[in-house]
Nanobody, 114 residues
Framework: QVQLVESGGGLVQAGGSLRLSCAASGRAFSTYDMGWYRQPPGKEREFVATISWYNSTYYEDSVKGRFTISRDNAKNTLYLQMNSLKPEDTAIYYC????????WGQGTQVIVSS
């Protein structure tokens, strides 16, 4: 099983940027399609973006053009560059396999102030 540790969250003003990282254990990381997910306060966890093992990407409509998902297989790390942040992006952000989920990590909190 892949174990995942997210980091990089924080408090940022609207319009600002953050870069999230997800460190994965295990040698099979490069063979998995991976995704970012988020859980806004009081809401269900939702899909944000995915990247295939061969670097094809897909984004949820509300983040298209603002967020960029990438991966470094040599470092077993997944990234999410978030630009032009909005208050509605406030959430706990998680990484996981896509679409077949594995165990969740602890997530990283992102708070966007208006």
């Amino acid at each position: 099983q892949v174990q995942l540790v997210e980091s990089g969250g924080g408090l940022v003003q609207a319009g600002g940027s953050l870069r999230l990282s997800c460190a994965a254990s295990g040698r099979a990381f490069s063979t998995y399609d991976m995704g970012w997910y988020r859980q806004p306060p009081g809401k269900e966890r939702e899909f944000v973006a995915t990247i295939s093992w061969y670097n094809s990407t897909y984004y949820e409509d509300s983040v298209k053009g603002r967020f960029t998902i990438s991966r470094d297989n040599a470092k077993n790390t997944l990234y999410l560059q978030m630009n032009s942040l909005k208050p509605e992006d406030t959430a706990i952000y998680y990484c996981n396999k896509y679409p077949n989920l594995g165990p969740w990590g602890q997530g990283t909190q992102v708070i966007v102030s208006s």
